[in-house]
């Protein structure tokens, strides 16, 4: 019976610890997350501006949303931006991180790397805004320089694309790093086995390394996924949504409803969609990558 007691004892003396750890996190999550998101989810039925209280209005946002250009071409503004943004990095973060780990592993070269992802996004989109500016950008001078036509990087066609790219620049490194922590946690012996089994190196990579990376790939794509639905700051400081909504994406939809039109109900509205739609992503990017089991458990 003693012994009992004192594992009950010292179960309830770790909970405490444990809760103790974990405090300053629960409560941030409640204080930044749980309650801000409770009330948004609560104005989305209201019409709400800074001036008066808010009024229950029932679904009309939702309705408005539904039958609303401004909010469907944001839509496709955002998923052109995703596509662009992860295709690229993602194929060229594995490419590095497989560069770094058969060719060096050196400190120094990873701090190199990671050195865009440590600067500000708002000074990065401000440096090639102007990089990349018509009449006066860098890039546009070494064009010209070659003889070829000069490029309107920031124009309604190519601006989407072009905010993508800046972006790729920026966390290429980070997401190399992450996947370069995947590939130091597939054991040597793995390789030694395909090695012995006559397998090339394409064929190692495609049937060894990809299928071990699929938890830390899995990761990879649902945080970046998600961060790229919410793009704001880089095209806050270059385009800000122009030219004529071609860069105005979900955030900066949210944001001028709310700051500029005054509407704040209805930018709750357009918030609670966005939510929606990436919790689904997320589950079904998890599930489909069976992101909690590698083949090394098989």
Do not use: C
């Amino acid at each position: 019976m003693a012994v009992v007691g004192l594992k009950k004892s010292k179960k309830k003396s770790d909970l405490w610890i444990a809760l103790a750890f974990a405090g300053p996190a629960l409560l941030g999550l409640l204080v930044f997350i749980l309650i801000p998101g409770g009330r948004g989810i609560f104005l989305s039925f209201t019409e709400y501006n800074i001036f008066r209280a808010p009024e229950f209005t029932g679904l009309e946002n939702y309705i408005r949303m539904f039958n609303d250009p401004v909010f469907w071409n944001a839509l496709g503004v955002t998923l052109q931006y995703v596509i662009v943004n992860i295709t690229f990095q993602t194929v060229l973060a594995l490419f590095l991180a497989v560069l770094l780990h058969r060719f060096t592993r050196s400190a120094i070269v990873r701090g190199i790397v990671l050195t865009p992802y440590l600067i500000s996004n708002v000074i990065i989109a401000l440096v090639w805004y102007w990089l990349l500016d018509y009449n006066l950008g860098l890039v546009n001078s070494v064009i010209e320089a070659l003889g070829l036509d000069k490029i309107t990087f920031f124009s309604e066609a190519l601006a989407m694309s072009s905010i993508a790219m800046i972006n790729v620049w920026r966390h290429l490194g980070y997401t190399a790093l992450l996947i370069f922590a995947g590939l130091q946690a597939i054991p040597k012996d793995v390789y030694d086995a395909a090695a012995v089994d006559g397998a090339g190196e394409w064929r190692t990579f495609r049937s060894v390394t990809l299928p071990l990376l699929r938890p830390v790939m899995a990761f990879v794509l649902v945080i970046t996924v998600t961060g790229s639905f919410q793009i704001f700051d880089t095209i806050a400081v270059t385009t800000k949504g122009g030219p004529i909504n071609s860069t105005r994406t979900f955030s900066i939809l949210i944001s001028d409803t709310a700051w500029s039109n005054n509407e704040f109900g209805y930018a709750a509205a357009i918030s609670v969609a966005l939510m929606v739609m990436l919790s689904v992503i997320a589950f079904a990017q998890t599930k489909l990558l069976s992101a909690n089991q590698s083949d090394m458990d098989r």
